[in-house]
């Protein structure tokens, strides 16, 4: 089972860049989560789409954008990167709200110069 | 003050040694409880998930949790060195928004 893939798995990006993050989960979850993780911050989320055609802010949204494609996908853009963007993002997903374990994917680490 | 405390490591104790990974946070609301292993360079695998208070075991590990003290414990039994990870606590109060500790690093020596 594939569980969530993450793409790309390393970007570099030059300040001002654009890219977008791509998730998709074949474990039919409704929701899904957007967080990046840096050294003794823990895991920040970042948007949250609690059902197909919903979006929310979470505790980091400046400078992102997110796209709830269909159930499956879930993209995390970055419209003009900004080195304080350097990051490890990962993507998780659960069966529904907060009460529900979330199941993460592998991470894409993004370095902006 | 942080809403989840984790003490940062790094852990290292013997091969076979009693583990116990620990989590305090301030929010009364918090309800639901889980612990994530994360080795380097890898997505947060989620090893236990409780409700409230109470003890859950699976296999070597067993997740307490004491909502009167506000804290969380993960033991790891007969440990072994391919438990050597960071362990993560998080807890959610039933919203979207879980909240993560900073991790633990532990390091099993064979």
């Known amino acids: 089972n594939a569980g969530v893939t993450q793409t790309p798995k390393f970007q570099v990006l030059k300040t001002g860049q654009s890219m977008t993050l791509q998730c998709a989960q074949d474990?039919?979850?409704?929701?899904m989560y957007w967080y990046r993780q840096d050294p003794g911050m823990g895991l920040r989320l970042i948007y949250y789409?609690?059902?197909?055609?919903?979006?929310d802010k979470g505790e980091v949204p400046n400078g992102y954008n997110v796209s709830r494609l269909n159930k499956r996908e879930f993209s995390l853009r970055l419209e003009s990167a900004a080195p304080s963007q350097t990051s490890v993002y990962f993507c998780?997903?659960?069966?529904?709200?907060?009460?529900?374990?979330?199941?993460f994917g592998d991470g894409t680490r993004l370095s902006i110069l | 003050q942080k809403e989840v405390e984790q003490d940062p490591g790094p852990l290292s104790v013997p091969e076979g040694a009693i583990v116990s990974l620990n989590c305090t946070y301030s929010?009364?609301?918090?309800?639901?409880f889980m612990w994530y292993r994360q080795y380097s360079r890898k997505g947060p695998e989620l090893l236990m998930y409780?409700?409230?208070?109470g003890n859950k075991e699976d296999g070597r590990f067993t997740a307490q949790v004491d909502k009167s003290s506000k804290y969380i414990s993960l033991f790891i039994r007969d440990s072994q060195p391919s438990d050597s990870a960071t362990y993560l606590c998080?807890?959610?109060?039933?919203?979207?928004?879980?909240?993560f500790g900073t991790g633990t690093r532990l390091k099993v020596l064979a």
């Open positions: 998780a997903s659960s069966v529904d709200g907060g009460n529900q374990p979330q199941h």
């Open positions: 474990m039919n979850h409704n929701s």
């Open positions: 789409s609690a059902s197909e055609g919903t979006t």
């Open positions: 929010n009364s609301a918090f309800q639901y």
């Open positions: 409780t409700y409230s208070s």
């Open positions: 998080a807890m959610s109060s039933g919203t979207y928004k879980y909240i």
